[in-house]
């Protein structure tokens, strides 16, 4: 073999080599979700099938707020002519969402997940739903109807999603998207505390009207929510 032709051997192994390596170097590094790969719905659903082996990484705990106040009883109609008091059950769930409104529930293998890491970065657990029930007297004035509310401490969790492939999918093992899921928080939770109270509101022409039924006027009636 001559020299010259030694040279361009030698230097066709070399780029050869160099594009392998760049291949697994393509392959063995996360990427994240972009136009040409897979969607964020495609990575998440991975995760939440076990398809992929997944992580949720870093998790950042934002500052606890209280969330909005919704009702969480029956509704209470006063058609009389004087105030009514009555004890009211009520009950009243809340899950938690990602930053696409994708439901986290308890249980779930992303839920799984996310507690995993915030109990591994903030020695607690995390819950991705949370339950309450109990009851209480509410009066309404005549004419009014009435409601149990309440409002939950509510925290948002921000970290990345990385997904591990045993074979390269979208020409990669890794990929990577980030994620904020927002979900219940343990009541007190930087000073926020959860909140029940009861809510009334002038009956509307319909509802006054309504009144008028036998079944109905002078009385005090129950609709379920």
């Not at 009389?80 to 009950?91: E, I, L, R, V, Y």
């Not at 093992?173 to 505390?193: C, H, I, K, R, S």
Request: proline share 4%; aromatic share 8%; net charge neutral.
């Amino acid at each position: 073999m001559t020299k010259s032709r030694t040279i361009r051997y030698g230097s066709r192994l070399m780029a050869l080599s160099t594009a392998a390596l760049g291949l697994v170097a393509a392959m063995a590094v996360p990427a994240a979700a972009a136009d040409d790969g897979p969607t964020r719905e495609q990575l998440i659903a991975d995760c939440a099938s076990g398809e992929g082996k997944c992580s949720f990484n870093e998790p950042k705990l934002g500052t606890a707020y209280l969330g909005d106040f919704r009702q969480v009883s029956n509704t209470l109609y006063n058609c009389s002519t004087s105030d009514a008091t009555q004890s009211m059950g009520w009950s009243d769930t809340v899950g938690s969402t990602d930053s696409a409104g994708v439901s986290v529930t308890a249980g779930g293998k992303l839920a799984g997940l996310i507690d995993l890491s915030v109990t591994a970065t903030y020695s607690h657990t995390w819950s991705s739903s949370h339950t309450e029930n109990s009851s209480m007297n509410m009066t309404v004035k005549p004419g009014e109807v009435g409601w149990i509310a309440r409002a939950q401490v509510m925290q948002a969790i921000s970290g990345t999603w990385q997904t591990h492939y045993d074979s390269p999918k979208w020409d990669h093992y890794f990929w990577y998207v980030p994620d904020t899921v927002t979900g219940p928080a343990p009541n007190g939770t930087d000073g926020q505390n959860n909140a029940v109270t009861v809510k009334t509101r002038k009956m509307t022409t319909a509802e006054r009207n309504s009144c008028s039924s036998d079944a109905k006027e002078g009385r005090t009636f129950v609709v379920k929510r």
